[in-house]
């Protein structure tokens, strides 16, 4: 949806302006949808809960895992104790106390494990409660009782912060419009050029993208004439 045109005395340009940012969130855990927020789609979110996926195994297992560490911890106390008294006695052999160390190691290896598991499961948790800060909830791809997978689209939203103007400037005049004056719809503004994207793409093999961020924005998705004076 953009348009560029080159005039011979003025560079004119159409764009559509965006947000600017726009987000896919996606899943990145399994799980089902036991909470999809529908009333928000079309809204601008207010530290929303946006999907909830099921987390009940996990909580019981991470309050398994907390409770097992703990044991785990006491046993370490009791056998490094045990170790540390066994160093001190003569009639031990080095074999002996060398087993009563690899216990304590092996068992510090296990709180390590433990420790992980308490991470990932805190992370897995995490990532089923989505919630968004202040960004606007653009569309919900899943319903309550879905099943998804890592990957699978949840929702969309836009960062409605700042307005964004995507153009692409024909390489040989872009050093000509960066001190020019530029003209939003004709009216003179006083905004200047926010990005300069040096590496043309794929697409357009012989022009830069210029993005030009415009505070304050009432109204998007509506197509801008943009001039450099």
Known sequence: MLLSLNFMFASVFYAKLEPVQSYKVKAAVNGKVIYSNEEIEGKKANNTVVIKLDSFVDEIDLKQTQNKLKDIQTMIDIENKNYNRM??????SDFEKDAQRLKV?????????????????????????LLEKDNY?????VKSGDYVTPGTLLYESKD?????????VPIADIESIKNKTIYLNDKKSNLKITKI???????HISSYKVEIYIPNVKKFSRLVKIEFK
């Open 87 to 92: 160093k001190k006695v003569s009639s031990k």
């Open 105 to 129: 190691i092996n068992l510090q290896t296990t709180k390590a494990d433990t420790l992980i598991k308490i991470a990932n499961l805190k992370d897995s948790i995490k990532n089923k409660k």
């Open 137 to 141: 909830i653009y569309n919900i791809n």
């Open 160 to 168: 409605l912060s700042q307005g964004k103007l995507t153009i692409f």
């Open 197 to 203: 994207y040096t590496v043309a793409d794929s697409e």
